[in-house]
């Protein structure tokens, strides 16, 4: 198997630490204070995910798992089209749970193609990239380190190969419905007519099973949650109380926004580095959005990026779809 490991020289380490301070002092300087979820996936925030998508209420992870294990062969024999060769990048990989049953099934039907896993998060490559080599040692494996668009369009750069762009988990509900159709119409512009992009999709169901999924007993998404301020207070010497904060899931069935929010339980002030943020009791930090989608709404969104429809694969309780759309 062919890897490179992608390593950050010096200053890109420091400008990432300063593009984190920024991201944060901006969002908590604002009147409704929010915090980039992109910055949930530290080393401890990464092992915490993947206990969630383990937990018996994440049914994200299992739907889009009986999709990649059972309905492989539907999803290559549109993306294998008419078996040109192709680069298979995806988009906030992780360990590539549910991406290496497609793997798989690619190399045993000897598809001519390379697979470039992109992710914000180092740790997480390094551990695919080892899966890999063990796994699948005849894979071609190119691990990119960074924000989507910025290694998107250096893994388009990477052949003449047609592209095939993966974006699973349900990921684009972790956007506001403005910043979605800003994501698909950036990702339309990266690639080139025939390019394809498969992405999940979380449907509308029963409010209660949605709600448990962000709210479990154990209290493993809240310490997700929570995690990002441990990871504040180490790498931007912060002094939050995380006593002080309590996780608060709600699910708006009307809207399909799942909302996670940590909620300030008394008046405090919080230093970061020699920044004061002021605090009143009661008052949220917006977190994450984890939108449910209608297939009407999907469609919409597809048409308005400008992609058109190749297929829709779902899960066999019709509980998520893999969208499969064509630039």
């Not at 549910?98 to 740790?123: C, G, M, R, T, W």
Request: with cysteine.
């Amino acid at each position: 198997m062919k890897s490179e490991n992608a390593v950050n020289p010096p200053d890109q380490i420091n400008q990432n630490s300063s593009t984190f301070r920024t991201d944060i002092l901006r969002g908590l300087n604002q009147k409704n204070k929010k915090l980039p979820s992109k910055y949930f996936y530290d080393k401890i925030g990464d092992r915490l995910f993947q206990t969630i998508m383990k937990m018996p209420e994440y049914y994200l992870t299992n739907c889009e798992l009986d999709i990649f294990k059972n309905k492989t062969s539907e999803i290559a024999e549109v993306i294998m089209h008419n078996h040109t060769p192709f680069d298979l990048i995806e988009l906030g990989a992780g360990d590539a749970t549910k991406s290496v049953y497609l793997l798989q099934h690619l190399l045993e039907k000897n598809a001519a193609f390379s697979y470039l896993p992109i992710d914000i998060s180092e740790n997480i490559l390094s551990e695919l990239v080892q899966q890999m080599e063990t796994k699948l040692p005849q894979l071609s494996v190119v691990p990119m380190e960074g924000d989507y668009f910025e290694m998107l369009e250096q893994a388009t750069k990477q052949s003449e190969n047609r592209k095939v762009v993966l974006f699973l988990g349900g990921n684009i509900g972790n956007m506001e419905a403005d910043e979605a159709l800003l994501f698909c119409k950036t990702l339309h512009s990266k690639l080139h007519p025939g390019d394809m992009v498969l992405m999940g999709f979380d449907l509308k169901k029963n409010p209660h099973t949605i709600l448990a999924a962000y709210n479990d007993s154990e209290g493993i998404t809240a310490a997700f949650n929570v995690n990002l301020l441990n990871r504040i207070n180490r790498e931007l010497h912060a002094d939050f109380k995380i006593e002080n904060f309590q996780h608060y899931p709600v699910y708006d069935p009307v809207s399909g926004a799942c909302r996670s929010y940590l909620v300030s339980i008394c008046k405090q002030k919080v230093t970061i580095d020699d920044e004061v943020i002021d605090f009143e009791a009661n008052e949220l930090i917006d977190m994450e959005i984890s939108q449910k989608f209608t297939i009407e709404q999907i469609h919409h969104l597809m048409n308005r990026a400008g992609f058109q429809s190749l297929k829709n694969i779902s899960d066999s309780k019709k509980w998520f779809i893999d969208a499969i759309w064509m630039a």
